[in-house]
T-cell receptor
Framework: EPEVTQTPSHQVTQMGQEVILRCVPI?????FYWYRQILGQKVEFLVS????????KSEIFDDQFSVERPDGSNFTLKIRSTKLEDSAMYFC????????????FGPGTRLTVL | RKEVEQDPGPFNVPEGATVAFNCTYS??????FFWYRQDCRKEPKLLMS???SGNEDGRFTAQLNRASQYISLLIRDSKLSDSATYLC?????????????FGKGTKLSVKP
């Protein structure tokens, strides 16, 4: 069964450093998402991406964040200058096309900012 | 009112028990509804989509009441392996690109 993959599984970085989190969505999916989950809190939407551009973003997704689909398979989330409060699990998700279609989540990247 | 609210839990039940989770959502424009299961420090995994007509998958039954903006999940004959956090998720609707709004989740512990 196809699945969303994410790398790395755990990233430790120093405050102020740039990090890039990588995702490979399911191959025939058209919509891509990033969510985050701070430890003990709910899963929160960050950004959605369709047709090679951001289609929607939350208030969390400020100028420090960017997303890219550099080739036909990878989907990346970049945090330019990490803060302590960026420490969280970051989940990538993808879905086929229709709004009611299921989103499938990757296993997540645990980001720890020291 | 929060966008998606769930029973705070935790629910501690014996094996074989029937347990019900409730979820309310505030945006009447929401179009799709889901129950996800999340194990500790893992990704949300889809348990069921929720339809107006109600749907059942083995021991799991989901119901949607659009008028009351309410979703439920019933687990019958609970197993030890059902222990997890159950997340209610609702799409934002109103022209959004399907991004999901999650509840905080309800933790279930099934004991022998």
């Amino acid at each position: 069964e196809p699945e969303v993959t994410q790398t790395p599984s755990h990233q430790v970085t120093q405050m102020g450093q740039e990090v890039i989190l990588r995702c490979v969505p399911i191959s025939n999916h058209l919509y891509f998402y990033w969510y985050r989950q701070i430890l003990g809190q709910k899963v929160e939407f960050l950004v959605s991406f369709y047709n090679n551009e951001i289609s929607e973003k939350s208030e969390i997704f400020d100028d420090q964040f960017s997303v890219e689909r550099p080739d036909g398979s990878n989907f990346t989330l970049k945090i330019r200058s990490t803060k302590l409060e960026d420490s969280a699990m970051y989940f990538c998700a993808s879905r086929v096309a229709g709004l009611t279609d299921t989103q499938y989540f990757g296993p997540g990247t645990r980001l720890t900012v020291l | 009112r929060k966008e998606v609210e769930q029973d705070p839990g935790p629910f501690n039940v014996p094996e074989g028990a029937t347990v019900a989770f409730n979820c309310t959502y505030s945006n009447s424009a929401s179009q799709s509804f889901f129950w996800y299961r999340q194990d500790c420090r893992k990704e949300p995994k889809l348990l069921m989509s929720v339809y107006s007509s109600g749907n059942e998958d083995g021991r799991f039954t989901a119901q949607l009441n659009r008028a009351s903006q309410y979703i439920s999940l019933l687990i019958r004959d609970s197993k030890l392996s059902d222990s997890a956090t159950y997340l209610c998720a609702v799409n934002r609707g109103g022209g959004s690109q399907g991004n999901l709004i999650f509840g905080k989740g309800t933790k279930l512990s099934v004991k022998p």
